[in-house]
């Protein structure tokens, strides 16, 4: 038991099977690390290579049928079903909805990855037989790049957030990944199953966040070295992690009504901002070609990219390397993700939910990616500027800083692109700091307000952030990366057994709406009876 001086912490129990679980296996891992680099980072990368070759494929599978399963939902009579019961009133306005799904969904991603596309129109995989540079080759890699970002990632995360939900709100369970294997297990699903899914949901998401602050780390440092002669590395990157750690543990105490809300809307509207800007003063007429011929090539081409596995063995495992590990590291983030967006949507259908959650914010994933992925192909195949050369020279982390010369006040746009990195972690790390916090106790009734105690806001804040430089220092982020992909693979069975356990539940007759309206501030938390 802790017990905090904040008014919100008048008592509560540590879950410690479920926060130890995750702090033991980093533990051991910063120590392999450590003491060994190369052994940790050859381990690894063989444990995730076998499981990629062997399991592959049920990521693949088991993603599509996410899609399918939330298309299915948001078209079916049942889409109707509000959360929390036919009285349950919203508690945010849409807008404020819509810019914290989008922000706590994507975050960090959004400004890092653009320039994939150019990659892989560079280096498309040997199996698609496509040659490099080709405007074949550039569609592909752009259909690719909406199936990495649109609505694949969003249907995983709205499949857990809207069974979570669902459990909490409808059938009174705890807000809790656990509690959407109910309708599957029953009672069975609290006790022991809720400990082991709980703790696997803690390890995969510490793990996530923390590599994608490496990520976030990795392009400011860059950001800073391009803009300020600031040599980039470790001291650096422990400065920057301090600052963006405070600003997201400060943010995470003053609740969800508050900083989340406040850091997601300034982030959207940056996002919108930064958009419209490269949209209006860039290759306009390209951008929106280009866009439009991926999108529906994307579209054409839907369930074949979706299960495409290249099997022979003369492949170059292109698609093991990132359609599936893009699908297992969201994954990773699903239950934690799903549990957040769960907390903003009492008083919504579930048309509502899978319509913020998923169709705008993958129609949003297309206009970006269109947007800043055309920006970079036409500099580089169109303007003469050698971003591949620039990306074997300095890596991806710069590359979005660089593709801002093509645009006019670039010495304008490039501080806000900064500020967006900034805001865009924090925001993330906001929201994933308190939804873990959430599911670190028991005895939620205990609390007089729906946010979790500020101690626990802060222990996990300030073990994300030291998780993120120990590996960044170390050398291991890639050993992070993987860390968290191989923790989404058991989230993929979790979350299919959710998805099972629905469906049977439909089939029973037993998926009804609920009597009445159910109070969100008693319904706070997880595991009462625990």
């Known amino acids: 038991m802790i017990n905090s001086k904040n008014s919100n912490d008048k008592g509560y129990s540590i879950r410690w099977a479920v926060l130890l679980v995750p702090l033991a296996i980093f533990g051991f891992l910063f120590i392999m690390g450590v003491t060994n680099e190369q052994l940790f980072v050859s381990v690894m990368w063989g444990f995730f290579e076998s499981l990629m070759v062997n399991v592959g494929w049920l990521v693949s599978l088991g993603s599509l049928s996410f899609v399918i399963f939330a298309v299915v939902l948001m078209i079916h009579p049942l889409g109707k079903i509000k959360l929390g019961g036919k009285d349950a009133k919203p508690e945010f306005k849409t807008w404020h909805w819509w810019a914290m799904s989008l922000c706590a969904g994507i975050a960090i991603g959004i400004v890092f990855w653009p320039p994939e596309a150019l990659i892989h129109s560079a280096y498309p995989p040997r199996g698609m037989f496509l040659e490099p540079d080709s405007h074949e080759a550039i569609v592909w890699a752009m259909r690719t790049t909406f199936l990495h970002w ?72 860059a950001g800073f070295e391009f803009m300020l002669n600031i040599p980039t590395g470790p ?232 998780t993120a430089i120990i590996f960044l220092v170390a050398g291991g982020l890639e050993g992070v990366k993987i860390v968290k992909t191989i923790a989404g693979i058991p989230i993929l069975f979790i979350q299919i057994a959710m998805m099972v356990g629905f469906i049977v539940y439909y089939f029973r007759g037993k998926v009804v709406d609920s009597p009445g309206a159910y109070n969100i501030t008693n319904q706070n938390t997880v595991n009462k009876d625990m």
């Open 235 to 466: 001291t650096l990157w422990i400065a920057l992690c301090a600052i963006i750690v405070i600003g997201y543990t400060i943010s995470s105490i003053t609740g969800l009504n508050r900083g989340i809300k406040w850091l997601s809307d300034k982030n959207a509207w940056l996002f919108i901002g930064l958009m419209a800007f490269a949209f209006i003063f860039g290759p306009t007429a390209f951008i929106l070609n280009l866009t439009t011929q991926s999108a529906g090539a994307y579209v054409n081409n839907f369930f074949e990219a979706m299960t495409f596995t290249d099997p022979f063995p003369n492949g170059d495992l292109w698609p093991q390397w990132w359609d599936m590990y893009w699908y297992v590291d969201w994954l990773s983030f699903a239950p934690i993700v799903g549990m957040f967006l769960a907390r903003l949507a009492y008083g919504r259908t579930l048309r509502e939910f899978f319509m913020v959650n998923m169709v705008l914010p993958a129609l949003f994933g297309i206009a970006w990616f269109g947007v800043f992925g055309s920006l970079i192909i036409h500099g580089h195949y169109y303007q003469g500027m050698d971003y591949i050369g620039i990306y074997h020279e300095s890596g991806i982390e710069i590359l979005m800083l660089r593709v801002l010369e093509l645009l006019p006040l670039v010495a304008v746009i490039r501080p806000i692109l900064m500020i967006t990195i900034f805001i865009s972690f924090i925001t993330l790390a906001d929201s994933m700091t308190s939804t873990v916090s959430m599911l670190s106790i028991s005895r939620p009734d205990e609390l007089t307000t729906s946010e979790p105690p500020v101690s626990l806001k802060l222990f996990w804040g300030l073990l994300t952030g030291a």
């Open 150 to 221: 649109t609505f694949t990632p969003y249907a995983i995360y709205v499949v857990a957030g809207v069974l979570i939900a669902y459990a909490a709100y409808n059938l009174k369970r705890p807000l809790a990944p656990s509690s959407a294997l109910y309708p599957l297990l029953g009672e069975r699903s609290t006790g022991l199953t809720a400990t082991v899914v709980d703790a696997i949901t803690l390890f995969a998401i510490v793990g996530g966040t923390a590599g994608s602050l490496g990520y976030g780390l990795m392009q400011l440092g």
